[in-house]
């Protein structure tokens, strides 16, 4: 059975990141505050335009890291609020479920670093409401499953909210990703 309590478990990928030494952004919780109202929902594909510009389906998949890093001022600025680089997985109701890892991953990670390739992580946006916005996971699985009608489809809201999976916060910020080179800076150029 698939269960959350995105704000529980979000507090424990805080205190996950601050554990293994990584800097958390700052930020108050607010879980009853909606952000994405249906407004800001009919708004959403030109914000996402604006950050990213003209992106095809097959740039979404595999890129969710990217992604949301580039993604994530522009929501910010466009919100009014934190906009919280969250890395973790997904319970599908699978044994391994999706993008699963766990402490030693991130362990071994900040102590030998990525060696290059892919990685086996997912990251998505979360707002101080418990809000989340993922761009990448829909359009992903419907690449993957050849089911066109999910293409450019996004996941814009509360995370406690969904059917059929559940998203499990591991850590917070992107610092994760500078330590162990899965994000590489260079001027204004994110690789």
Same mark, same amino acid.
């Given at each position: 059975?698939?269960?959350?309590?995105?704000?529980?478990?979000?507090?424990? +990928?805080?205190?996950?990141?601050?554990?293994?030494?990584? &800097?958390?952004? +700052?930020?108050?919780?607010?879980?009853?505050?909606?952000?994405?109202?249906?407004?800001?929902?009919?708004?959403?594909?030109? /914000?996402? &335009?604006?950050?990213?510009?003209?992106?095809?389906?097959?740039? /979404? /998949?595999? &890129?969710?890291?990217?992604?949301?890093?580039?993604?994530?001022?522009?929501? &910010?600025?466009?919100?009014?609020?934190?906009?919280l680089?969250?890395?973790?997985?997904?319970?599908?109701?699978?044994?391994?479920?999706?993008?699963?890892?766990?402490?030693?991953?991130?362990?071994?990670?900040?102590?030998?670093?990525?060696?290059?390739?892919?990685?086996?992580?997912?990251?998505? @946006?979360?707002?101080?409401?418990? =809000?989340?916005?993922?761009?990448?996971?829909?359009?992903?699985?419907?690449?993957?499953?050849?089911?066109? =009608?999910?293409?450019g489809? /996004? @996941?814009?809201?509360? +995370?406690?909210? @969904?059917?059929?999976?559940?998203?499990?916060?591991?850590?917070?910020?992107?610092?994760?990703?500078?330590?162990?080179?899965? @994000?590489?800076?260079?001027?204004?150029?994110?690789?």
């Amino acid at each position: 059975m698939i269960s959350s309590n995105y704000t529980s478990e979000w507090a424990a +990928a805080v205190e996950r990141t601050k554990s293994f030494g990584l &800097q958390v952004p +700052a930020h108050d919780n607010q879980p009853g505050h909606t952000y994405l109202t249906d407004k800001r929902q009919a708004e959403f594909p030109f /914000v996402v &335009q604006r950050g990213l510009g003209d992106l095809g389906f097959s740039d /979404v /998949v595999g &890129q969710c890291m990217a992604i949301h890093y580039r993604l994530a001022p522009f929501m &910010q600025t466009w919100l009014g609020c934190p906009v919280l680089y969250t890395i973790g997985w997904i319970d599908d109701g699978t044994e391994t479920g999706m993008f699963k890892f766990d402490d030693a991953f991130i362990a071994e990670k900040l102590k030998n670093g990525h060696a290059g390739g892919t990685a086996n992580l997912h990251a998505w @946006l979360t707002l101080p409401s418990m =809000e989340v916005i993922d761009l990448a996971i829909a359009t992903s699985i419907a690449v993957v499953k050849k089911m066109p =009608e999910g293409y450019g489809r /996004v @996941l814009a809201r509360h +995370a406690d909210g @969904l059917d059929g999976m559940a998203y499990k916060p591991m850590l917070v910020g992107h610092d994760f990703l500078r330590r162990t080179g899965l @994000l590489i800076e260079w001027n204004t150029y994110t690789f």
